[in-house]
């Protein structure tokens, strides 16, 4: 180790220690055989790619899923007597950063990570915890038994409980205290407090490294510093564009729906609503993906619908129907049609027919009844519907994933592709909450300019 | 300048008949009630006046004009509907001038409009108000100023008392046939409760499964009833089933369960005819002890009731149904005990012998 070097230390890898991994495996042959040489893997060896990564962005090694921003601490690669029975395992993301060296000796650099090896008493309880806790349980019983009726009355005590009933109450307050709390608060919160965090690798997390940052918000604003533009324009229009299609497909929606729900709601009864009502509901019992690669195939270039049209002499090029969103559209909106019939229905159900009579005997011609007397009152559903149908659409994956046209990207994609193949969940997360915020603002922000509270929407 | 004129209106329903072939005439400026049980087809009929259904045959005029293919918003009619159907999310000012906005007129008119309608109802001041803040009986009054607003020839009223109390209904009753009076315009009334009906209006029309039984004012009505559903529908009354066994001088003698019993006879019944004779409660008499009057029988007592202004006595009657007497308090009502046999007479004049028929059900 004590070798003359030419061109400094040269930083190589990070390496992981990890008891019982299999033999080094070595492609290459070792620039020293001191030294364990670095070995490019196939799996790990390309850099995360993200579609909306900026122009500017020159490939950084990445290894291990991490993308390592840690200072490379100076260390010597074990002797091959020091590594004993643990075997070592290295893999170089971007052998081509190697500087080729000459033969020679070379002082090189590694990084090393030691995983913490796990001891039996992190694994699962041993029979001396169980045991006390047996013991202490049974030391309490008695006292316990002793104060269960002063408990009992004191619980009944309270209103709540004396009108449910103790195992009703239990049941409502930690069903609805469980649900809040691990469904809906912690996730939230667990993805708030990543996306403020670098991405670590694991033995970095709750080091000196392990601080807050901006950057993965930034980031979605400016992009990585150093990019040409001075803004993220394509995860930018993205969003944007993922925004305005969602409003579209909540405006199609609404316009498709608000017609049959009335009609449903106050039109026809008894058998044909309910055949109306089958008629709507059992499509939806085809998943998701089938129906969207079945809309797929519909709209394919030499799908059902091209063929048609071109049959009857409408065109004679077949349409590209993803290029111009159309498929998209169509998926998106089919998707979220009920979410959208149901609060309109319901809404709509609630209204006295008599009203609508009324402003007709008074004179009023239809869309009047409808602009004053019909969408007032359905103003909630309006509302919760296309908050439904906004908000799903914004965070839909699977129709654009497989109805997008070549060119078309929806903001949940760029997510999905930070979670995923980029692994940086700090990332992701960030762009999810940016996307949550949004909705929830723009939401906000529809209802203040309709006049709807949250306890309007909640009552339906 | 005649009203409205229902010209052999039938209504049908798939098979089932709603109103058959209705024929009447309505006056203009006329308080027109119809009264009959539910389902006897009053609505139905109200409806074909406003527009919302169209006659299976006949047809509605009004002023002379054939309303067929007439929609509801072009008819001179308003409709007040049993449940009102106020506007909840509008104010009552702008419940009130809705069918102003519809026809186009400006903000400042229709205010001015609502207001004067405010005031006819006694309601002044009180535009700005949403509906949910006003009582029962001040809903009710906006309901009939919003149909006002828009002048219509013809008012029709779907039961719209029928959803207050006792007391209110009884002042509405009184306040409607005021604004009857102060508008002017024909007033055509739905109701099963026959109270309304004898009290507000010019002439009512009895109907029954989906046929006008009668249409006449309403003392006559009630005094002089067409068929044994009038008679049994109207007003308390005892039917008394028998053969006819003579007819003459405009009288008619039926041979009852308590004896042959004499009525008159408006309905040309002839000997051996069934028929039903109809005594009021107030026109059976105790006869204590007269021997020398007609339509004499008698019966057992199976139970007294003091009601106040009368005293009503119940007596065994020829079904399960008891004869029912009203006996007026004069300050010396006799004390009848139950089981006690006692002796009852009517005079011919106050009953009604008519041609057997279905009674109306209690």
């Not at chain 1, 993922?242 to 026809?268: E, G, K, N, R």
């Not at chain 2, 024929?23 to 527009?51: D, M, Q, W, Y």
């Not at chain 2, 409709?79 to 159907?85: R, S």
Request: net charge negative.
């Amino acid at each position: 180790m004590n070798n003359k070097t030419e061109d400094g230390p040269v930083e190589l890898a990070q390496m992981k220690i990890s008891p019982g991994m299999g033999s080094i495996s070595d492609d290459k042959p070792a620039p020293k055989p001191d030294v364990p040489a670095p070995a490019p893997s196939t799996g790990s060896s390309m850099p995360a790619i993200t579609p909306g990564m900026g122009s500017g962005n020159t490939p950084q090694p990445a290894i291990t899923p991490k993308i390592g921003g840690a200072p490379a601490a100076p260390a010597t690669a074990p002797p091959p007597a020091s590594v004993g029975g643990t075997n070592l395992n290295i893999t170089i993301a971007n052998p081509d950063k190697l500087p080729s060296l000459p033969p020679g000796s070379h002082e090189l650099k590694l990084v090393i990570e030691q995983e913490k090896p796990k001891t039996d008493a992190d694994s699962g309880l041993g029979f001396w915890e169980i045991f006390i806790a047996l013991v202490a349980a049974l030391t309490i019983a008695p006292f316990a038994q002793a104060q269960a009726g002063k408990w009992f009355s004191n619980i009944n005590a309270i209103d709540f409980v004396r009108r449910n009933g103790i195992v009703i109450s239990l049941y409502l307050i930690v069903f609805s205290a469980g649900w809040i709390i691990f469904m809906i608060v912690l996730p939230q919160l667990y993805m708030l407090d990543f996306s403020f965090r670098f991405n670590l690798s694991p033995s970095e997390v709750g080091g000196a490294n392990d601080v807050y940052t901006l950057k993965n918000y930034r980031y979605l604003l400016f992009g990585r510093p150093g990019d040409e533009d001075l803004l993220n324009w394509l995860h930018l229009q993205v969003f944007v564009k993922t925004i305005f299609a969602s409003v579209m497909v909540t405006v199609i929606d609404f316009a498709l729906c608000y017609p049959l729900a009335y009609y449903m709601a106050q039109s026809v009864k008894g058998g044909n609503q309910r055949l109306l009502f089958l008629c709507l509901l059992l499509p939806f019992w085809v998943n998701e993906i089938l129906r969207a690669f079945a809309f797929k195939l519909i709209f394919a270039e030499q799908g059902i619908l091209n063929d048609v049209m071109i049959g009857i002499g409408l065109w004679d090029t077949p349409f590209d129907f993803f290029r111009a969103n159309v498929a998209l559209y169509t998926g998106l909106t089919y998707a979220y049609l009920l979410l959208m019939i149901f609060p309109l229905y319901n809404a709509i159900e609630s209204l006295d027919h008599n009203q609508v009579e009324a402003a007709r005997d008074l004179g009023s011609p239809w869309w009047r009844i409808h602009y004053r007397v019909v969408l007032p009152h359905a103003k909630p559903g309006i509302v919760s519907g296309c908050t439904m149908v906004f908000m799903l659409s914004a965070g839909a994956l699977a129709a654009p994933n497989i109805l997008g046209g070549p060119s078309s990207l929806w903001f949940t994609q760029i997510i999905y592709q930070w979670y995923n193949t980029g692994g940086n969940w700090p990332q992701g997360s960030a762009y999810a909450f940016v996307l949550l915020i949004a909705c929830i603002v723009f939401v906000r922000i529809m209802m203040r300019v309709f006049k709807v509270s949250l306890g309007e929407i909640a009552q339906r | 300048m005649s009203g409205i004129d229902l010209d052999h209106v039938t209504i049908r329903f798939g098979d089932f008949v709603a109103v058959d072939d209705c024929n009447l005439t309505i006056e203009k400026g006329e308080f027109f009630s119809f009264l009959g049980p539910s389902g006897c087809g009053k609505t139905t009929i109200l409806r074909a006046v406003s527009g919302f259904i169209e006659p299976s045959e006949g047809s509605v005029r009004i002023d002379d004009r054939d309303m067929r293919g007439i929609g509801p918003n072009q008819r001179p009619t308003a409709l007040i509907f049993q449940n009102l159907a106020l506007f909840p999310l509008m104010t009552v000012a702008d419940n009130i001038a809705f069918g102003l906005e519809v026809r186009g007129i400006k903000y400042q008119e229709r205010r001015r409009r609502a207001e004067e309608l405010l005031n006819l109802i006694a309601l002044p001041g009180q535009g700005d108000k949403m509906v949910s803040e006003l009582s029962g009986g001040q809903r009710q009054r906006v309901a009939i100023a919003r149909a006002l607003a828009v002048e219509p020839e013809v008012l029709l009223l779907d039961e719209p008392l029928s959803a207050l109390d006792l007391k209110l209904r009884q002042h509405m009753r009184t306040e409607l046939r005021a604004i009857q009076r102060r508008v002017g315009i024909t007033f055509i009334y739905i109701t099963h409760d026959q109270g309304e009906a004898l009290t507000m209006s010019d002439r009512v029309a009895v109907m029954s499964d989906g046929i006008v039984q009668q249409i006449d004012a309403g003392a006559e009505i009630y005094n002089n009833p067409a068929t044994a559903f009038v008679a049994s529908f109207v007003g308390e009354n005892n039917p008394f089933h028998g053969k006819v066994t003579r007819a003459e001088d405009g009288y008619a003698v039926v041979s009852t369960a308590f004896g042959p019993l004499r009525g008159t006879n408006n309905r040309g019944l002839n000997e051996g005819d069934d028929a039903i004779l109809f005594v009021r409660p107030e026109s059976l008499h105790l006869a204590n002890g007269r021997e020398d009057v007609e339509n004499l029988f008698e019966s057992d007592a199976l139970k007294a009731e003091f009601e106040g202004s009368f005293a009503h006595l119940f007596l065994r009657g020829e079904t399960e149904k008891s004869i029912r007497l009203a006996i007026s308090n004069d300050g010396n009502v006799p004390k009848v005990d139950p089981g006690e046999r006692v002796k009852v007479h009517f005079s011919a004049d106050r009953a009604v012998a008519l041609p057997f028929g279905d009674l109306a059900d209690e």
